[in-house]
C-alpha cells in the first residue's frame, strides 16, 4: 500500500524557535495533503488543506502565519510552527491523497516546546 | 503492522437502510476513535469510545467495542445521501505516542 512519511518523529525545541515537519508521500503523487493536530487525550483536529502548488487553505481559528505550509512537489509538504511556544506542544499528523479517493496517513510528529 | 483494519472496504446501501462498519486492531487500548471524511476534505472526528465503555449513541451513530476481540463496530442507522463518504476507526494505544488509523470504509448510499 502507499506509504507517507513524517519527519522528524519527535522535535524538543526552546521557546521562540520555529520548527519545520516534513510529509512525504512515498511512491504515489499526492495531489492533496492535510494536517492535523491532536492534543493530549484529544481527537484529531484537522488544521489545514494544501493542494499542490496552490495556498493552503486553513480551518476556522487556525493562524496561516503561525503554521505555514509549503505544498511546491506531489510528494512533499511542509509545515512550519514559527516562534513556537509551549502551548502550541502536539502531535502533529499528515495524511495523503492521490485521487482524493483513499486516503494514507503519516507516523505523525511529537513537538514538544519546553 | 498496528494499523487497524476496517471491513468492508466498500458498502452501498440505500437510502434509509442502516450501515454497519467493523474495525478490529491488534493491541491494547485507551480508546477508540471514529471519524468521517468526504471526498477530497479532511477528517472529521465523530465519536470516542474509551476502552471501559461497550457501547456509545451520538444521534443516528452507535458505536460498540468489544476489548476482549479487539473489535469495534459503527452503525448508522436510517442512512442519508449526505452520509456518502469514508470511514475510519483509529485507536489510541496502550504506551504509543500516536493514533493508529484504520484503513477505512467508503460508504455509498444511494438517493
Known amino acids: 500500500g502507499a506509504v507517507v512519511s513524517q519527519h522528524p518523529s519527535w522535535v524538543i525545541c526552546k521557546s521562540g524557535t520555529s520548527v519545520k515537519i516534513e510529509c512525504r508521500s512515498l511512491d504515489f503523487q499526492a495531489t492533496t495533503m492535510f494536517w492535523y493536530r491532536q492534543f493530549p487525550k484529544q481527537s484529531l483536529m484537522l488544521m489545514a488543506t494544501s493542494n499542490e502548488g496552490s495556498k493552503a487553505t486553513y480551518e476556522q481559528g487556525v493562524e496561516k502565519d503561525k503554521f505555514l505550509i509549503n505544498h511546491a512537489s506531489l510528494t512533499l509538504s511542509t509545515l512550519t510552527v514559527t516562534s513556537a511556544h509551549p502551548e502550541d506542544s502536539s502531535f502533529y499528523i499528515c495524511?495523503?491523497?492521490?485521487?482524493?479517493?483513499?486516503?494514507?496517513f503519516g507516523p505523525g510528529t511529537r513537538l514538544l516546546v519546553l | 503492522s498496528q494499523q487497524g483494519e476496517e471491513d468492508p472496504q466498500a458498502l452501498s446501501i440505500q437510502e434509509g437502510e442502516n450501515a454497519t462498519m467493523n474495525c478490529s486492531y491488534k493491541t491494547s487500548i485507551n480508546n477508540l476513535q471514529w471519524y468521517r471524511q468526504n471526498s477530497g476534505r479532511g477528517l472529521v472526528h465523530l465519536i470516542l469510545i474509551r476502552s471501559n465503555e461497550r457501547e456509545k449513541h451520538s444521534g443516528r451513530l452507535r458505536v460498540t467495542l468489544d476489548t476482549s476481540k479487539k473489535s469495534s463496530s459503527l452503525l448508522i442507522t436510517a442512512s442519508r445521501a449526505a452520509d456518502t463518504a469514508s470511514y475510519f476507526c483509529?485507536?489510541?494505544?496502550?504506551?504509543?505516542?500516536?493514533?493508529?488509523f484504520g484503513t477505512g470504509t467508503r460508504l455509498t448510499v444511494i438517493p
Open positions: 483509529a485507536t489510541d494505544q496502550t504506551g504509543a505516542n500516536n493514533l493508529f
Open positions: 495524511s495523503a491523497s492521490e485521487r482524493q479517493e483513499t486516503q494514507y
